[in-house]
Every structure is written in structure tokens, then in C-alpha cells.
């Protein structure tokens, strides 16, 4: 009986009343997830670059500590709280509607891009002056030498960190419950309510999904990191 009910609900799990009505549950999670990652690491390996061309420039090293100072800001705020900022507070100061969906989203890839752009720096750091002084003695520009030589070495040493922060993310849409979202923990705890009388059942189930979700996104870095 208790597994009836937990497969009685899977779907609601899975999808939410999609197709008739807003995605919900794993799927959503997914999304938000993907979405917030790839912004995340896009924006994080740029900033780490713009970062170290800023600190080779004497004249732009104050810039440089700004941009570090506002990204250890963004590490130092709570996640939940940058959520309910964006979400309430931007409607009453700009006078704009923000989507729950993309509210979570954003706020996740901010934060997200803060800690990869540290663990690129530290990449791009541990690839060593020689090798950008070999690019440079070939005939490279500082650009070239650092996009073309440094960058993919650097790249594959902060892999395992990224895996880390990617499954992070996935974990932290929990969280997209304050804003309304009906992501994989809010659809649980709406099933759990239904249901009353199997809650580890259902959040036993949810823990699967998690699992399986995690451990999908974590494999990723792992497999372009043991390729060519």
C-alpha cells in the first residue's frame, strides 16, 4: 500500500500537472538547475578571465577589487535571501514583475558564478607563469596565450571543483520554495500532505530523485574531464 500511494503520485513528482498545467516537481528542478549552471559558468570563467587581464594592468587593479569585492559579497549572501530580494524588492523599486521561475534562476547563477569565478582564478593560477611565458615567447598575444594555452589546462583542473558547484546548485532549488515555485521539495511536501500517512515513503522517493539528479550532473564534469 505504501508503495501504491508513493507511484500513485510519481508523476506528480516528476512532471507537476504538466501537460495540463505549469511544469513542476524534477523536471522543473532540472530546468532551473541546467539554466542556472550554464549562466553560472559562463559568467564565472568570464569574469575570472576579465579578472586576470585586469590584475596585468596596472591602471585597472582597483577595478580588479572591486569586481572581487563584489563577488565575495554575492558569496556572503544567503541564497534565500538573494531570492526574496529579487523577487519582492525589485517590484517595489523599479516598479517591474519578476517571474518566480526566473527569479530563482538568476539568483542561483549569481551566486554560483561567484564561486566558480574563485575556483577558476585558482585554475588559471595553478597552471604556472611558465606556461604563459613559453605562449608569449612563441609570438602570442597575452589574449592568445591565455585563451589558447592557459584557459584549457586550467579548465580541467577546476573540473572537479565545477562538479561540485553544479550539484550545489541542483540542492539549492530547493530553496525556490519562498517565491512560490513548485520545484521537486515543495512538490513532496505537497504530495506529504495528500497523502499524510507515508512521509518516508515520499521523501524517501524525493531522495532517489535527488540522488539521481546529482549524480547525473556530477558525472558531466567527470567525463569531460577523463576525455581527450
Not at 48 to 69: C, N, S, V
Not at 192 to 217: D, H, M, Q, W
Request: glycine fraction near 8%.
Amino acid at each position: 500500500m505504501t508503495t501504491e500511494a508513493v507511484l500513485l503520485h510519481l508523476r506528480y513528482l516528476l512532471i507537476g500537472p504538466y501537460p495540463n498545467g505549469p511544469l513542476a516537481g524534477a523536471a522543473l528542478t532540472l530546468w532551473m538547475a541546467l539554466w542556472a549552471c550554464v549562466m553560472a559558468t559562463a559568467a564565472g570563467v568570464g569574469c575570472a578571465l576579465l579578472l586576470d587581464r585586469l590584475d596585468a594592468t596596472p591602471g585597472l587593479r582597483r577595478l580588479a577589487r572591486l569586481l572581487r569585492g563584489l563577488l565575495a559579497t554575492l558569496r556572503a549572501i544567503p541564497v534565500l535571501m538573494l531570492m526574496f530580494w529579487a523577487y519582492f524588492l525589485i517590484p517595489m523599486a523599479l516598479g517591474v514583475s519578476v517571474p518566480e521561475t526566473a527569479t530563482v534562476v538568476a539568483a542561483l547563477a549569481a551566486v554560483g558564478a561567484a564561486y566558480i569565478t574563485q575556483s577558476m582564478e585558482a585554475g588559471l593560477r595553478a597552471v604556472g607563469a611558465g606556461q604563459r611565458n613559453a605562449a608569449l615567447a612563441l609570438g602570442m598575444s597575452p589574449p592568445q596565450a591565455l585563451l589558447t594555452v592557459v584557459l584549457p589546462q586550467a579548465w580541467r583542473i577546476m573540473l572537479p571543483s565545477l562538479a561540485n558547484q553544479w550539484v550545489s546548485t541542483v540542492k539549492d532549488t530547493s530553496l525556490a520554495y519562498i517565491v512560490g515555485v513548485v520545484e521537486l521539495s515543495t512538490a513532496a511536501s505537497q504530495v506529504n500532505s495528500r497523502t499524510v500517512a507515508y512521509p518516508a515513503e515520499v521523501f524517501g522517493a524525493v531522495a532517489v530523485l535527488y540522488f539521481l539528479l546529482c549524480t547525473g550532473i556530477e558525472a558531466l564534469p567527470n567525463w569531460l574531464r577523463a576525455g581527450p
